[in-house]
């Protein structure tokens, strides 16, 4: 797919990522011809002859970019961190599917105190790089538990003292007498390009960029002041 070389793939998950992707793809003039909600076919074909999405988990996004086997992706910073951000750049910040990458715990449970005391805690988390390296930041010794999902369980069936999590509205932690206690980073989703596919089809990709970029500026949905293009990687677009 990625490797053929007169054709675009697109990696990006179902659900809220491909919801908030599909009216900018159709700004810059992409529509899929099936829905994925659904069809449950994992290559889409788009209104493009030369121009696939592939339907893959949020979380394989980067690993698809890194190897080309899609030449772009869309996926939430949250995720990049975990991956590492090997074989692509970032050039673009969507300012889509934000939220905030939080430290909670259960409401009767006093964060601070136990903090200032230097108490080991047990934090749950799918975000295991992020995790470590904001309390290593903060000089305190944690023990980091991995879970795939549900980190809200974690501290209700005395399995963690806190988790890290992305929360948007707050009503997951609410619902279950969680509390936010500290902010690590807030998360939105990045555009990322494979570094060869960028580099040997370059004519390709380098208009489909400023298309998004355009359609980023002309959505309404996305606030384009927010939009940052990162300095490192700002030469894509010259
Ligand atoms: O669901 P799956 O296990 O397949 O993978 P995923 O959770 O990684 O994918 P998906 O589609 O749920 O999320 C894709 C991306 O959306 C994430 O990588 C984030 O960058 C971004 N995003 C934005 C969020 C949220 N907001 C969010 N609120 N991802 C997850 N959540 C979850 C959060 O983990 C918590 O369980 O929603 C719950 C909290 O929501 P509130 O509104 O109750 O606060
Ligand atoms: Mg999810």
Redesign the pocket.
């Known amino acids: 797919m990625g490797r053929i070389m007169n054709s675009i793939t697109i990696a990006l998950?179902?659900?809220?990522?491909f919801d908030e992707t599909a009216p900018m793809l159709k700004a810059a003039g992409i529509v899929a011809l099936d829905d994925p909600e659904t069809s449950r076919k994992l290559i889409l074909t788009t209104n493009h002859a030369n121009v696939w999405l592939i339907i893959v988990?949020?979380?394989d996004v980067p690993t698809y970019v890194q190897y080309g086997a899609a030449d772009i992706g869309i996926?939430?910073?949250?995720?990049l961190l975990e991956h590492g951000g090997a074989g692509f750049y970032q050039p673009l910040d969507l300012n889509i599917?934000?939220?905030r990458m939080m430290v909670a715990v259960q409401k009767d449970f006093d964060y601070e105190t136990a903090v200032r005391q230097g108490a080991r805690l047990r934090v749950a988390t799918?975000y295991l790089r992020t995790a470590q390296e904001h309390f290593a930041e903060k000089g305190m010794h944690v023990d980091l538990i991995k879970l795939?999902?549900?980190?809200?369980l974690a501290p209700i069936v005395g399995l963690a003292d806190a988790i890290v999590?992305?929360?948007?509205?707050?009503?997951?932690?609410?619902?279950n007498q969680l509390k936010a206690v500290e902010e690590i980073m807030p998360?939105?989703?990045r555009l990322i390009i494979n570094q060869a596919a960028l580099k040997v089809k370059r004519a390709l990709i380098q208009p489909m960029l400023k298309a998004f970029l355009e359609a980023a500026k002309k959505n309404s949905v996305v606030n384009m002041s927010k939009v940052k293009v990162q300095h490192r990687d700002r030469n894509l677009f010259l």
């Open positions: 998950s179902k659900g809220r990522i988990r949020a979380s996926a939430g910073k949250d995720v599917a934000s939220c799918k795939y999902g549900s980190m809200e999590d992305l929360v948007s509205s707050g009503n997951t932690l609410n619902a998360v939105s989703a």
